[in-house]
């Protein structure tokens, strides 16, 4: 069995060292987490698990949650779906658990859902994952509604890249994407948009993850003098990829997806190479959740994780969610949970924010039978027939070795692109 030490943390923190409020529980209520902590996305399955223990840890000192403190039994996908099924499995079969948060890569959560938690009847809510694919299952009926996501779709941010790009001058690009389900989606939708609006795509190589060497696809995709490479890739194989590029002279100007938003991969190519380098990600409409986030996460997850790093916030905003979702209901049941999610985010409802005080405001309010409006560290969202959520962009660029937020490209922004092409 493949369990990490963090769940053991995890436990121990919700259970026993919450505060007042959770040592008057009696009882645990565990839901699973499936996350890559390992793996080309092990660092953002890290920081999510942070994430996810700063949530429990605030959630339980502020009350209980259907009459018991909240714990999670924490998995590790190692990145790979095969993995992540067997792992889900064991918390549906064995465990129990009503809900998975989890998976990061859509490589992981579309197996999870269409072979454990869709036919089991169990909630799944992913930080991360971003594929397309996600929705057309919900479109097609195949999640059944149990499937939520605190992301927005690859169907967006591939025209906010693409519009990105070629207002920042970059009219020629050469692709290098992984070759999954994230990488292929996230590149058709961008290549659609890209040649719409005028721009010129030269080549377009898929790789497959952990290589030993990708010199073979760098150099088909370094032809032509392009203007930029757009990477859709993770930190550990982007990493090697971008090396290979400037190693083989390639012009030091890259477009970047959201997972390559990460202090690790610019410190290993060469901040040197980078300070062309713009990407685009998931935004957020700040809050007072986004502002406590941003003080609470780094003192509380440590010197190697930071509040930026990508989902981190969005695993934050989806256990809160949870454990909302689990007061709101009154009973430890998927098919009451999945029912509460969309009612702790009620447009009409009283709105409140992350921290204890917040938390405990929304368990009174709750208990009262008033509507609860959370208002997360990503801003004000609602979930749709799919479990989408739909949100602004985040303009990123490296600059002398950091990633600077260079804009913002509206929701309003995005469909007007899309509008171009109907």
Not at 144 to 165: E, H, M, P
């Amino acid at each position: 069995m493949i369990r990490s030490t963090v769940m053991f943390t995890a436990m121990v923190a919700a259970v026993l060292g919450a505060g007042p409020a959770a040592a008057q529980a009696n009882c645990t209520h565990t839901f699973g987490s499936v996350m890559e902590l390992t793996g080309p996305a092990g660092r953002f399955g890290q920081a999510a698990s942070k994430s996810i223990e700063l949530a429990l840890r605030d959630l339980n000192a502020a009350g209980t949650f259907a009459g018991c403190a909240l714990a999670v039994d924490l998995r590790d996908s190692q990145s790979q779906g095969t993995v992540a099924v067997d792992q889900a499995k064991q918390l549906v079969d064995v465990r129990r658990v009503p809900a998975i948060i989890g998976g990061i890569i859509s490589a992981v959560s579309i197996p999870i859902l269409t072979s454990v938690t869709a036919s089991a009847g169990v909630v799944q809510i992913s930080p991360a994952s971003s594929s397309p694919t996600l929705t057309q299952l919900g479109r097609d009926g195949r999640s059944q509604g149990w499937f939520f996501r605190t992301i927005t779709s690859d169907a967006l941010q591939g025209v906010a890249a693409a519009k990105y790009a070629l207002d920042s001058g970059i009219r020629r690009v050469s692709i290098v994407h992984v070759n999954n389900d994230f990488g292929v989606n996230m590149v058709r939708e961008f290549s659609r948009y890209f040649t719409a609006l005028g721009g010129v795509i030269l080549t377009t190589v898929p790789y497959q993850p952990q290589q030993a060497s990708y010199a073979p696809e760098v150099t088909r995709a370094n032809r032509g003098n392009p203007d930029a490479l757009y990477l859709v890739s993770y930190p550990g194989d982007g990493t090697s990829i971008a090396r290979t590029w400037v190693q083989q002279g390639g012009v030091q100007r890259f477009l970047l997806n959201d997972g390559m938003n990460d202090a690790s991969f610019i410190r290993d190519v060469g901040p040197q190479f980078l300070n062309a380098a713009i990407g685009t990600s998931s935004g957020t409409t700040p809050t007072a959740s986004s502002t406590y986030f941003a003080e609470q996460y780094n003192a509380f997850a440590g010197p190697t994780f930071n509040a930026q790093a990508p989902a981190a916030d969005r695993a934050f905003d989806a256990t809160m969610i949870l454990g909302l979702a689990i007061a709101h209901a009154g009973k430890f049941e998927a098919a009451a949970i999945r029912d509460s999610i969309r009612k702790v985010l009620d447009p009409q409802g009283e709105v409140i924010h992350a921290g204890q005080a917040g938390i405990r405001k929304a368990l009174e309010l709750i208990a009262a039978g008033k509507p609860v409006r959370y208002e997360g560290v990503i801003g004000p969202v609602q979930f749709d027939q799919n479990g989408d959520i739909t949100g602004p962009f985040r303009k990123w660029a490296i600059r002398n070795g950091e990633i600077a937020t260079v804009g913002q490209m509206s929701v309003e922004e995005v469909r007007e692109v899309q509008g171009r092409l109907r």
